[in-house]
């Protein structure tokens, strides 16, 4: 296949979710990005990003670790909170669900994408991509002065 050859292959619509894969020997993290129903800004406001951080902190199944809060999506980091992982998407179509009651709407994108993590490295520069997100947006001059962001659980990376 050539280069020339991709740009003929029909395009995705919805983001593949592979099946984590079991890394026994290293931390199993995943990036997971959620945006809103045509790109609506109804998520940067202390009430929602309590309503967030409460409904990540009752499903257990998945623990959030770093996250950011943009007004019209949500980055962040969670790992499996017992193995075998649950399902990822059931987690998020639960947290959605109840975040969406809270404001009495259908306020999300029916999918998601998310990455499993494979190196070090890679947490800590996606991590620098996603608090640069409001300073890129110039929502704030400074990643540290942006309010909707935080971290719930440590994930360590152990290799």
């Not at 950011?68 to 980091?77: A, E, G, Q, R, T």
């Not at 999918?111 to 991590?127: C, I, M, P, V």
């Not at 110039?138 to 994930?155: I, S």
Request: aromatic share 12%; net charge positive; charged share 25%.
């Amino acid at each position: 296949m050539t280069p020339d050859s991709f740009s003929e292959l029909p395009k995705r619509r919805r983001p593949v979710h592979l099946p984590l894969w079991d890394a026994a020997v290293r931390s199993n993290i995943v990036f997971l990005t959620v945006c809103t129903k045509d790109r609506r800004p109804v998520l940067a406001n202390p009430e929602m990003m309590r309503r967030l951080t409460e409904a990540w902190s009752a499903a257990t199944r998945w623990r959030v670790g770093r996250y950011v809060i943009m007004p019209d999506h949500v980055h962040l980091f969670c790992a499996p909170g017992s193995w075998p992982a649950e399902s990822l998407a059931l987690w998020v179509r639960y947290w959605k669900r109840l975040t969406a009651q809270a404001v009495a709407g259908d306020i999300w994108q029916k999918n998601f994408w998310d990455t499993q993590l494979r190196r070090h490295e890679s947490y800590g520069a996606k991590w620098e991509y996603v608090r640069q997100n409001p300073v890129r947006a110039k929502l704030v001059r400074h990643d540290e002065d942006w309010l909707y962001q935080g971290e719930l659980n440590v994930l360590e990376w152990v290799e």
